[in-house]
């Protein structure tokens, strides 16, 4: 009998002893915050156990640890979209990691932007917009849809086709941009672009974007290639090598917009059409917040209306005459118009 009460006191006694020497450690961070908020985070430990010390980063950038094992973070400055807060915790001779995701939002809601028609020009029906663009008068366009793709040069107060290139029937075009001497041009799902000499439009080569997985818009700021993959990312290309080497992803105050699709940058500002929708977001480069929408209800209505009419898609800017120019796949019409702020 006393035999078998010592063991039962053992048996209790390394339970306890197991129980008191698991740690369960909490990372302490809010969901998500907008960007004029500080983010707080901590780490503790269920049952108070002791904490040798701990290393806290937010996207491998390491933070400083106060004694009582928190931190506060000024995010003004920072991307909107995802971020990833990592703990190392050391104890006991022993560490664990500890991982969570923080949304950043924008600080404020986007301004709201009603437009007025300045001028109408022809547009081909035929032409499914992908992506446009505007250097000394003339339009540039991307069309899409397999069998139908092409790179076109057009006269813009005309319409008139003046130089094109059709692609191979496999590929669906997609985006396209000048840089330098060259265009670039996306396909959608085949994981490739294509490089064209800007004034004879003669292939030059191809390209292939990873990370972004597929094709939609394509624009620039004069240093990078900035594109859109249908996601709310906007991702940032080496124009050289055409790697992917950053992004940002568009958020307002309250979540964030995916399907992003033709774009146009305008003084330090991404405009995108957004996919199955009938309005522009104005993207501050930087840090992907949406600081204004435009809405464009009522374009479409003024086209011809077909079989084939598709959504608003296409924006180009000219920067000698500060114009900005709409169209849609298959509209029969291209608008100049002007953005005006709501009140």
Not at 38 to 49: A, D, F, H, P, R
Not at 81 to 104: A, E, M, P, Q
Not at 302 to 317: C, F, P, R, T
Request: glycine content about 6%; proline content about 1%.
């Amino acid at each position: 009998m006393r035999f078998k009460n010592c063991l039962v006191i053992v048996i209790v006694s390394v339970i306890l002893f197991s129980c008191k020497t698991e740690y369960k450690f909490n990372l302490n961070t809010p969901k998500k915050l907008k960007t004029n908020e500080l983010l707080s985070i901590s780490v503790t430990e269920k049952n108070n156990q002791p904490i040798d010390s701990v290393q806290i980063s937010i996207d491998k950038k390491k933070l400083t640890v106060n004694d009582d094992l928190t931190t506060t973070l000024d995010i003004n400055d920072y991307k909107l979209g995802r971020h990833t807060i990592t703990s190392l915790i050391f104890y006991t001779n022993k560490t664990k990691k500890i991982t969570k995701t923080v949304y950043f939002l924008a600080d404020s809601e986007p301004a709201i932007y009603d437009y007025k028609i300045v001028n109408t020009y022809p547009h081909d029906k035929n032409a499914y917009t992908q992506g446009l663009e505007i250097h000394d008068g003339f339009l540039y366009e991307s069309t899409g849809q397999n069998g139908r793709s092409s790179l076109r040069k057009v006269n813009l107060k005309t319409g008139e086709v003046l130089q094109k290139t059709d692609l191979d029937n496999q590929y669906f075009g997609e985006g396209m941009t000048r840089f330098g001497d060259n265009i670039f041009m996306l396909t959608w799902r085949k994981g490739i672009g294509f490089i064209y000499d800007f004034n004879t439009f003669e292939e030059k080569g191809t390209f292939k974007y990873k990370n972004s997985l597929e094709g939609w818009g394509l624009t620039n700021n004069g240093e990078k290639l900035i594109k859109t993959d249908g996601t709310e990312r906007i991702w940032f290309l080496n124009p050289e090598t055409q790697a992917e080497v950053s992004f940002i992803e568009a958020y307002t105050n309250k979540r964030k917009v995916e399907k992003l699709n033709e774009l146009e940058y305008i003084d330090g500002k991404i405009y995108a059409n957004v996919y199955q929708q009938n309005s522009i977001l104005i993207v501050d480069a930087k840090t992907g917040k949406i600081d204004g929408v435009a809405n464009l209800n009522g374009l479409k209505d003024k086209v011809e209306q077909h079989s084939q009419l598709d959504v608003l898609n296409g924006i180009a800017y000219d920067k000698a005459t500060n114009k900005l120019y709409v169209t849609g796949k298959n509209w029969s019409k291209l608008f100049e118009i002007e953005l005006v702020k709501r009140k």
